[in-house]
């Protein structure tokens, strides 16, 4: 087909040309920037930078937080599915778009009400700090603040596969003698799998780079609540660029990897379940 | 085990799709269930299961009232038209579903499972995944889950319906020759008269939610019960007419029926099959229809033709055997007469 | 008479069914309902007069809607024009590469947006690559607006792109071959043929891409450089304001921000129910279309 419409449709070279130079300047060479600055960088003073204990820990905090967040996502986004895609109830079609608010709603404003809601006078705090709860200012917020963030990701990889499950795999289970539980933990759950690594991963990947909303939520204690992105940010205010640079690396190359990751599991998952 | 089907009915919001629905299936039998497209085979089938629930009625399994059971209760195999295997699980794990959830013992699982593998002839094939499976091979291994857990009958949908031709004929013959080793209850459902006829013992024939006629293949095929499974078995020629004082007269074509001496006449149509119709040079005095060949299909044992009576402004299919047909040295073109050997006659008034 | 869900091997039971639905309602509440509508009780808490005062008393914060008002649009229409160029590229002709150029276009997505700021701050900022170049021309890129257009531009890259792509996949290239064979010029195709067979997926990418755009904040946070009333951003605005202990200010202009989130969902939905009955219209239409 290629070269029919080659020869047939018109804009070949200018749409392609255009892509490519437009990809180039905004995304691929400031990237390459990015890397390139950091190998100016001499290696020991590269390695110094990303290796301070307050970096190592601002990285662990990122990634426990994000892994933490994209777990409990997992949770919240099956059940949420599941009684979207598998039940009736009034206002069903209002819930389910508000199940993209995260999508749509600026992390600024997420941040900033989430910060008011979970301290001792707020809506939720008044009954959670009388608990012992702390969820402002805290590793515990920043969980929270990335679950909202996060949350849209599993639901929304999971409803179509829902969806796609047909009727007569479940009554198969059944009439081979499967109570109702085991065809949800032995033949439902298991179709769900690819979806539920991809929804992990979508919703992984998200809270490794968000800033917007954990900035306001955190407290931002260095050793204590400090993610990797706020320490990129008080590193360039302290004008320590080269630093900055260095941490922003170890943050593309765990992104990176991720999406790496999630397409391999994709393609496997594909050749052996299609 | 026997099943039993007393009154069966069930609606879908204002749709009836079966009512008053009666039939018995003798333990050990195969029993086809054949209708066209929507007269609730497939449902019929489902209630079986439990599946689904009738609005009014019962079955029983034996002796069994197993109306209200649930369906995990109920130990029945069903195979689903479009094979409904478990995607994740390889076909080994597919085929010990059934022995997982009831806990039997690891070794007596592969056991079984070996055991299945190797009737549905896929052993070399346990460790594959379904995605990597023919249709006729996939139908198998639904079969065999199925058949695993040793079910006290077997429902069948629409079996081999995705498959194509070929396939389709290797597997009814399997079917049935399974069935003739293990002996288990079964009922299958098929749009194909073919394949009833071919496999079943016996036969239920089902029309617009209501049963028209059981029984063997023989029985209905000699002696269908009225103008639908009639029309349904298909290649007739119809006669519009009536009877009066014992005869049926259409045209030209006379045919005795003693069940109607009356002297007022009666609209009636007479079914006549294609291969009941005999082709003559010359009218040999029996009633037959003088007629005009227009096209003769050679292909297969029987050569079809078909031929415009002009009397009746229709034309009718006539089966002709090869070695008449070599005989009379037919053409397109030719003026010949055609005489029914057997004619079935019903009145109109019980015409659909 | 046995209840449908004690024989319906796909129905679940009733208690479980309350249960879950309960639970799923009480997920969405606490997650998203209860901090949508904290949003708009802390705004107008203290009456509608003191929100329109907050809102329009303070030069700032006017400033700030200005900015987000136009550094917005420009990085839309940018990704605007790259999105239809990439699509018809991508969708309408067989390349080497065509598959990792795909892959490429989400490659912002999976960059933080703090990197996504610091990378311009590195080639445009004082020090950066091409800085000293800049400050002899006395052309200034971080922390004005510019460097807030391209940081935008960059996080919101792939939307109009990925929402594109599938669609002229799927609707094919013959009615444009038939147009293009008919003789119509280029700009005329895409007027005629491709504008309207793709519009509802444009504005659909169009709404996502501007909802993320008007509330970027990390990567505007990098470049922007905190000029209070000439790089501040809407989003940084409500950050400022919130430094500031000046609650109800920030949330006020939140509140406008939470407007645009609302009305984003409300436009999404709509084009979704219209999209699924477009949908299941074309394939009654086919499915008559094969019956006759
Ligand atoms: N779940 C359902 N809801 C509504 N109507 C249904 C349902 N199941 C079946 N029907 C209707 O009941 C009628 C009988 O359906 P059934 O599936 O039993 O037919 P069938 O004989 O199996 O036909 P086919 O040969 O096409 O499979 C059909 O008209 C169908 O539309
Ligand atoms: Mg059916």
Redesign the pocket.
């Known amino acids: 087909m290629n070269d029919v419409n080659r020869r047939v449709l018109p804009g070949f070279r200018l749409s392609l040309g255009y892509t490519l130079a437009y990809l180039g300047v905004l995304v691929l060479v400031p990237l390459a920037a990015c890397f390139s600055k950091a190998a100016t960088l001499p290696f020991d003073r590269f390695w110094a930078a990303v290796s301070t204990e307050r970096a190592i820990a601002a990285y662990e905090l990122t990634v426990g937080a994000s892994l933490v967040s994209a777990a409990i996502n997992v949770v919240l986004g099956v059940l949420v599915a599941w009684v979207l895609v598998r039940y009736e109830f009034p206002l069903k079609r209002l819930v389910d778009s508000l199940v993209d608010l995260p999508f749509a709603l600026p992390t600024a404003v997420a941040g900033l009400v989430y910060s008011s809601l979970y301290v001792e006078s707020g809506w939720l705090g008044r009954f959670l700090v009388p608990l012992g709860i702390q969820a402002a200012y805290s590793r515990l917020a920043i969980v929270l603040v990335l679950v909202f963030v996060g949350f849209p990701f599993v639901v929304r990889t999971l409803e179509p596969v829902l969806e796609r499950i047909d009727a007569d795999i479940e009554e198969a289970a059944a009439c081979l003698g499967a109570t109702r539980l085991q065809t949800v933990t032995r033949v439902i759950f298991p179709s769900l799998y690819p979806a539920l690594v991809t929804g992990f991963a979508l919703s992984f990947a998200r809270a490794l780079g968000e800033y917007g909303s954990v900035v306001f939520v955190s407290g931002n204690m260095p050793f204590k609540t400090e993610i990797a992105p706020v320490l990129i940010v008080a590193r360039l205010e302290e004008f320590a660029y080269a630093e900055a640079t260095a941490i922003a690396v170890v943050l593309l190359v765990i992104s990176f990897s991720v999406l790496v990751v999630v397409n391999l599991l994709e393609r496997w998952s594909k050749r052996v379940y299609a | 085990m026997s099943i039993t089907v007393k009154q069966v009915s069930k609606s879908?919001?204002s749709?009836r799709?079966l009512e008053h629905v009666s039939v018995e299936v003798a333990g050990g039998s195969l029993v086809a269930l054949l209708?066209?497209?929507?007269?609730?085979?497939?449902?019929?089938l489902?209630i079986i299961a439990g599946l689904e629930v009738a609005d009014s009625g019962t079955v029983l399994y034996e002796d069994e009232d197993v109306t209200d059971a649930a369906v995990k209760d109920r130990n029945v195999g069903f195979v689903f038209q479009h094979y409904a295997l478990f995607r994740h699980m390889t076909v080994f794990e597919n085929v010990a579903f059934g022995l997982r959830v009831r806990r039997w013992p690891r070794k007596r699982v592969k056991e079984r499972v070996g055991e299945l593998l190797r009737l549905i002839q896929l052993d070399a094939l346990a460790g594959s995944y379904p995605s990597q499976l023919s249709g006729g091979q996939r139908q198998r291994v639904a079969l065999a889950r199925a058949l695993a857990p040793e079910p006290k009958v077997l429902l069948l949908?629409?079996p081999f319906g995705a498959l194509d031709a070929k396939v389709r004929q290797e597997l009814r013959q399997w079917l049935r020759r399974l069935h003739d080793e293990i002996h288990v209850t079964s009922v299958f459902?098929t749009?194909d008269q073919e394949e009833a006829f071919e496999v079943a013992d016996r036969v239920v024939i089902?029309n617009h939610?209501h049963v028209e006629q059981t029984g063997t293949p023989r029985e209905i095929f000699e002696r269908p019960a009225n103008p639908f499974v009639m029309d349904f078995l298909g290649n007739v020629n119809v006669f519009h007419g009536h009877v009066v004082r014992g005869r049926m007269k259409a045209g030209s074509l006379e045919v005795d029926y003693p069940a109607h001496p009356h002297d007022e006449p009666r609209p009636a149509t007479a079914f006549v099959r294609s291969h009941e119709l005999d082709i003559l040079r010359t009218p040999n005095g029996r009633s037959s229809l003088e007629g005009k060949i227009m096209h003769l299909s050679p292909a297969g044992p029987v050569v079809k033709a078909r031929v415009f009576a002009a009397d009746f402004g229709i034309v009718l299919n006539v089966d002709v055997p090869r070695d008449r047909y070599a005989e009379l040295g037919l053409e397109v073109g030719d003026t010949v007469y055609v005489a029914p050997r057997d004619v079935r006659v019903y009145l109109q008034d019980y015409i659909i | 008479m046995s209840t449908p869900e004690k024989t319906n091997p796909r129905s679940d039971p009733r208690w479980v069914r309350v249960a879950l639905i309960a639970a799923a309602l009480g997920v969405i509440g606490v997650l998203i309902v209860i901090p949508l509508v904290d949003v708009f009780v802390e705004a107008f808490g203290r009456g509608l007069g003191a929100y329109w005062q907050t809102l329009t008393g303070d030069a700032d914060t006017q400033a700030a809607i200005r900015l987000t008002l136009t550094v917005a649009p420009i990085a839309l229409a940018l990704n605007l024009i790259f999105g239809i160029a990439a699509a018809w590229a991508i969708s309408r002709f067989r390349f080497p590469g065509r598959t990792l150029l795909t892959a490429l276009i989400d490659l912002p997505f999976s960059v933080s947006p703090v990197v996504a700021g610091l990378i311009f701050v590195l080639i445009f900022g004082l020090q950066g690559y091409l800085g000293p170049w800049l400050r002899a021309h006395d052309w200034r890129i971080i922390f004005a607006t510019p460097g807030l257009v391209l940081a935008t531009t960059f996080v919101t890259f792939p939307f109009i792109a990925r929402e594109l792509i599938p669609l002229m996949e799927a609707i094919g290239a013959d009615e444009e071959i038939a147009a293009a064979s008919l003789g119509a010029s280029g700009w005329q195709l895409f007027r005629r043929v491709t504008l309207p067979n793709i519009k509802w997926g444009l504005v659909y990418g169009i709404i996502l891409c501007n909802a993320r755009a008007m509330g970027e904040f990390g990567a505007v946070y990098v470049v922007s450089g905190h000029i209070t009333g000439r790089t501040d951003t809407m989003p940084l605005r409500v950050e400022k304001l919130f430094q500031e202990y000046n609650t109800p200010g920030a949330f006020a202009v939140a509140s406008l921000l939470a407007s645009l989130a609302l009305v984003t969902l409300a436009v999404k939905t709509a084009l979704e129910w219209k999209t699924r009955r477009d949908l299941a219209e074309a394939a009654r239409l086919r499915s008559e279309g094969d019956a006759a």
């Open positions: 879908f919001g749709f799709a209708g066209p497209s929507g007269s609730g085979k497939t449902t019929l489902r949908d629409e459902v749009h089902m939610g």
